[in-house]
């Protein structure tokens, strides 16, 4: 069978990556099981952090590697925490830090708009031209947490398409959505028109 490492040590991302990838075909390599890359991702754009990560992956375990870089970019504090979302409390953040700091500096505002980004990035040792694709999903960033599913942001992701927060939906409702689900399936779309025989 056709290997694929995916570029990450989140373990709950590589879940979510393998529940929309599953029908491809491929082994969905975990990132600790293959040689391991630390990859400073100091880009500043969520594709280029992606890039950096699948680049480096697929270079030094010869084989295709798929990468995600993603992240909450709220209005109201100008996109943050954008490419700075898995650190916006500090370099050590938790979620639940993150979370909190996201909620001290919208305070009482009542523009809550926010949008999930998702790049993708899959690479190839050969050289040959990358897959990337990007998906995107607006919502609303709740007053208090909601929920236990999920990571991240997702208990104060309020989505209006579900209903309700990320953290309160199934791992199949929050992939019928979201930002990571939207870009799996345009990334598997691709897959499926190209020769990406390997």
Same mark, same amino acid.
């Given at each position: 069978?056709?290997?694929?490492?995916?570029?990450?040590?989140?373990?709950?991302?590589?879940?979510?990556?393998?529940?929309?990838?599953?029908?491809?075909?491929?082994?969905?390599?975990?990132a600790?099981?293959?040689?391991?890359?630390?990859?400073?991702?100091?880009?500043?754009?969520?594709?280029?952090?992606?890039?950096?990560?699948?680049?480096?992956? *697929?270079?030094?375990?010869?084989?295709?590697?798929?990468?995600?870089?993603?992240?909450?970019?709220?209005?109201?504090?100008?996109? *943050?925490?954008?490419?700075?979302?898995?650190?916006?409390a500090?370099?050590?953040?938790?979620?639940?830090?993150?979370?909190?700091?996201?909620?001290?500096?919208?305070?009482?505002?009542?523009?809550?708009?926010?949008?999930?980004?998702?790049?993708?990035?899959?690479?190839?040792?050969?050289?040959?031209?990358?897959?990337?694709?990007?998906?995107?999903?607006?919502?609303e960033?709740?007053?208090?947490?909601?929920?236990d599913?999920?990571?991240?942001?997702?208990?104060?992701?309020?989505?209006?398409?579900?209903?309700?927060?990320?953290?309160? *939906?199934?791992?199949?409702?929050?992939?019928?959505?979201?930002?990571?689900?939207?870009?799996?399936?345009?990334?598997?779309?691709?897959?499926?028109?190209?020769?990406?025989?390997?």
């Amino acid at each position: 069978m056709k290997q694929i490492v995916v570029a990450s040590n989140n373990a709950k991302k590589r879940r979510e990556i393998v529940q929309v990838l599953a029908a491809l075909g491929v082994a969905l390599l975990p990132a600790e099981a293959t040689v391991f890359v630390d990859v400073l991702e100091d880009a500043d754009s969520f594709a280029g952090n992606a890039k950096k990560k699948a680049e480096a992956f *697929a270079m030094a375990n010869h084989l295709p590697a798929l990468a995600d870089d993603s992240g909450l970019c709220v209005d109201a504090l100008d996109g *943050a925490p954008g490419v700075y979302s898995a650190r916006f409390a500090g370099e050590d953040a938790t979620d639940a830090r993150n979370n909190a700091r996201l909620l001290a500096l919208l305070g009482d505002a009542t523009q809550r708009s926010a949008h999930f980004i998702c790049a993708l990035h899959l690479a190839f040792p050969d050289g040959r031209a990358a897959l990337t694709s990007e998906g995107r999903v607006q919502g609303e960033i709740l007053h208090e947490p909601a929920g236990d599913a999920g990571f991240g942001y997702d208990p104060l992701f309020f989505s209006p398409e579900l209903g309700k927060a990320f953290a309160l *939906a199934t791992p199949e409702e929050k992939a019928s959505v979201s930002h990571r689900g939207r870009a799996l399936r345009l990334l598997a779309e691709q897959w499926s028109k190209v020769d990406v025989s390997f």
